[in-house]
């Protein structure tokens, strides 16, 4: 399925087999493509790139498409890794976590730090974080082989 090139988002670098890549979703999933492109609230004179998800109903292209700014995709993706290693030693702390210090790690940043924390305002959060732990575990076959290879790509682009 071709993405649409006629929105407000310009596809620049596309994936328009997703579908068929996509985890668990695999044959059966709404996110068909995925893109890098112009995005869509470029004003006159400023460009930026973002990436997209594209879903498709069925029927017609989804206003539940995300278009993410590039930094916002790799702070995503810096979010995923400091979580998978602390829920690779959570199993020390009784709820998975440590209620006195939620917070896993302030990842510097531009001037600042992200702050990494277990979000402790969830009141069902030792329940829902043996769930997202279990959730973790279960996809970790298909979350290591994407790392590694990024892993293998940021390696071979210096980093």
Known sequence: ??????????????????????????????????????????????????????????????????????????????????SLAHF???YQYEHLYDPQNPVIDRVGLQGDAMTVAVCTDNEKINEDIKLFSQALSDDDELIGERLRTLSGILKELGY
């Open 88 to 90: 690779r030693e959570a």
């Open 1 to 82: 399925m071709k993405i649409p090139t006629t929105l407000k988002h310009k596809p620049v670098i596309v994936s328009e087999n997703y579908d068929q890549v996509d985890g668990r979703y695999v044959g059966h999933s709404d996110a068909k493509g995925i893109s890098l492109g112009l995005a869509q609230w470029n004003d006159r004179g400023k460009v930026d790139i973002s990436a997209k998800v594209w879903r498709y109903t069925g029927e017609k292209w989804s206003r539940q498409s995300e278009e993410l700014p590039l930094h916002r995709v790799l702070d995503l993706a810096i979010l995923v890794s400091r």
